[in-house]
């Protein structure tokens, strides 16, 4: 292997309807060999269902974003435990909490998510988590529930490959589009979690992220694009896409003396690792 792993994209979303297949067929061309295609609702997890199915070097995740988890009931979240029937389903996520908006209530957000992070243990599958604005209650809810997931994924791991050395590497996931201080990262590194690093660190603004970049290990950073949004420079406003990750490793390994294929090929490791992915070129 010796491409890109693109962790966090949304190609479900409508702005590639005129030209999904085309920009995804062409991925491996642009240097990206896997992606994780991640749910936001139960429209785009069965949509994420589809394009896992159409793309061998595509998976997926299950989740409900806290701006879309307004109405969810107790059967949406038994549908989307079900669809890890599909092995190439791999998290829960995107969930977590989000204080930008008045809407979904905090009391929501906070049911919902708490609700996700008890179906993860249950399944014994790492988590994709998204915070805005929310550090303090983020922070809170991952405390309570972390050491139960991470003990879970290691024995659903551990009993089904007989590998012991899985058991000690299982991570219960991600911060996804980290935006935090790099004390805060620390602390989700202490717990185990990746953090999980974009477009908005080739911004000229980027201060706290770069920092974040510089001082957390590369063994703890995982890459993503989070598109359509949140295009590196020099595409920034553009419509991004998982081609443009090479902007991204370029600045990561400017701004820690790397070379670009060794930032390449650890990240893919520690998202293969935190994911669980068996990769063949022919497919799992």
């Not at 394009?51 to 038994?78: L, N, Q, R």
């Not at 991600?174 to 990262?185: D, G, I, T």
Request: charged fraction near 30%; aromatic fraction near 8%.
């Amino acid at each position: 292997m010796s491409g890109i792993f693109d962790s966090h994209a949304h190609y479900d979303d409508r702005r590639f309807d005129e030209d999904r297949d085309s920009v995804i067929s062409g991925l491996k061309d642009a240097g990206v060999e896997l992606v994780v295609n991640v749910g936001s609702s139960i429209e785009t997890t069965k949509k994420t269902l589809e394009i896992t199915a159409k793309y061998p070097y595509v998976f997926g995740s299950a989740g409900i974003h806290p701006e879309e988890c307004g109405e969810t009931t107790e059967a949406d979240i038994e549908w989307i435990g079900s669809v890890f029937d599909n092995e190439k389903i791999v998290a829960v996520g995107e969930i977590g909490l989000d204080y930008h908006w008045d809407e979904p209530s905090r009391e929501i957000q906070v049911t919902w998510f708490k609700r996700q992070m008890e179906l993860a243990v249950k399944l014994g599958k790492p988590v994709i988590i998204h915070s805005r604005d929310a550090a303090e209650d983020t922070m809170s809810i991952l405390k309570e529930y972390t050491d139960g997931l991470k003990i879970s994924i290691a024995k659903k791991r551990g009993s089904a490959s007989g590998n012991k050395e899985k058991e000690a590497v299982a991570s219960p996931g991600v911060l996804h589009c980290f935006s935090n201080s790099y004390e805060m990262a620390a602390e989700y590194v202490k717990m185990g979690y990746y953090i999980g690093i974009g477009g908005v660190v080739t911004f000229k603004n980027a201060k706290k992220l770069k920092e974040v970049a510089e001082k957390i290990p590369i063994e703890h950073i995982i890459i993503e694009t989070d598109c359509p949004y949140m295009a590196p420079e020099p595409h920034r406003g553009k419509r991004n896409d998982s081609s443009y990750l090479n902007h991204v490793v370029d600045k990561i390994a400017d701004i820690k003396g790397m070379d670009r294929e060794d930032v390449i090929r650890i990240t893919r490791d520690n998202a293969i690792r935190m994911y669980n992915i068996s990769w063949q070129e022919n497919g799992r």
